[in-house]
T-cell receptor, first 113, second 115 residues
Framework: QKEVEQDPGPLSVPEGAIVSLNCTYS??????FMWYRQYSRKGPELLMYTYSSGNKEDGRFTAQVDKSSKYISLFIRDSQPSDSATYLCAIGGSGGSNYKLTFGKGTLLTVNP | EAQVTQNPRYLITVTGKKLTVTCSQN?????MSWYRQDPGLGLRQIYYSMNVEVTDKGDVPEGYKVSRKEKRNFPLILESPSPNQTSLYFC??????????????FGPGTRLTVL
C-alpha cells in the first residue's frame, strides 16, 4: 500500500461549486498534514496545514483531518476560476523522519466560469 | 524579497554530460531539499539537507549528488545524466527542523530534458 494516495482527477466544476479533495494515508505515525496548491509552470505553495484531527478554516478553504480513518480532505467553498490548479496533499512527521514530507500525486482542478 | 531561486530554469542536454542545477535561498533556512515531479508519480524527494555539511538521501537518490557547503546554497549534481532523469525539478527550503509542518518554500522549477 502506498504511503499517501490521492485521486489525480481531473476534476472540473462550475464557478461557485463546493470542491472536495481527498487523500488517504497508511502510516498512523504521521503527524503533520498539509495541502499545497500548484499553478501551471509554478512551484507548489503551502495552502493549509494542521497537526491534529479536526477542522481548520481559512477563508474559503477548510482542511479536515480524520486520524482514525487516516483520511484528509480539503474543501473549497464558492470556488473561483482562480482556484484552478493542481492540489497536492503532503503528510509528514513519521517517527524519526520528522522533517520528511510525502506528497500525494496531486489532483488537477478546473473551475469553469 | 524572500525567495528560493533555481538556475537554469530550462535545460536540454545529452546523455552523460555532467550538469549542475543551482539552488539558493535568502531566508537563512536550515533545511533544504530537492524534488522531482513526473506525470503520474507526483513529487518525490531526491535529497535533503538538515544544515551545512549534513545531507541525506530521499526516496529517489540514484544518479544524483548534492552538497551543502554554505547555508544558502544546495546544488543538485547529475554526474552522468540519463534520459530517465528528464523531469521537472524543484528545490525547497524550510525555516527549521523543529516541525515538518513549517512552510516549505519552493523554487520556480527547472525543466530538464536529457536526450
Amino acid at each position: 500500500q502506498k504511503e499517501v494516495e490521492q485521486d489525480p482527477g481531473p476534476l472540473s466544476v462550475p464557478e461557485g461549486a463546493i470542491v472536495s479533495l481527498n487523500c488517504t494515508y497508511s502510516n498512523s505515525a504521521f503527524q503533520y498534514f498539509m495541502w499545497y496548491r500548484q499553478y501551471s509552470r509554478k512551484g507548489p505553495e503551502l495552502l493549509m496545514y494542521t497537526y491534529s484531527s479536526g477542522n481548520k478554516e481559512d477563508g474559503r478553504f477548510t482542511a479536515q483531518v480524520d486520524k482514525s480513518s487516516k483520511y484528509i480532505s480539503l474543501f473549497i467553498r464558492d470556488s473561483q476560476p482562480s482556484d484552478s490548479a493542481t492540489y497536492l496533499c503532503a503528510i509528514g512527521g513519521s517517527g524519526g523522519s520528522n522533517y520528511k514530507l510525502t506528497f500525494g500525486k496531486g489532483t488537477l482542478l478546473t473551475v469553469n466560469p | 524579497e524572500a525567495q528560493v531561486t533555481q538556475n537554469p530554469r530550462y535545460l536540454i542536454t545529452v546523455t552523460g554530460k555532467k550538469l549542475t542545477v543551482t539552488c539558493s535561498q535568502n531566508m537563512n533556512h536550515e533545511y533544504m531539499s530537492w524534488y522531482r515531479q513526473d506525470p503520474g508519480l507526483g513529487l518525490r524527494q531526491i535529497y535533503y539537507s538538515m544544515n551545512v555539511e549534513v545531507t541525506d538521501k530521499g526516496d529517489v537518490p540514484e544518479g544524483y549528488k548534492v552538497s551543502r557547503k554554505e547555508k544558502r546554497n544546495f546544488p543538485l549534481i547529475l554526474e552522468s545524466p540519463s534520459p530517465n532523469q528528464t523531469s521537472l525539478y524543484f528545490c525547497a527550503s524550510t525555516p527549521s527542523l523543529a516541525r515538518a509542518g513549517d512552510t516549505q518554500y519552493f523554487g520556480p522549477g527547472t525543466r530538464l530534458t536529457v536526450l
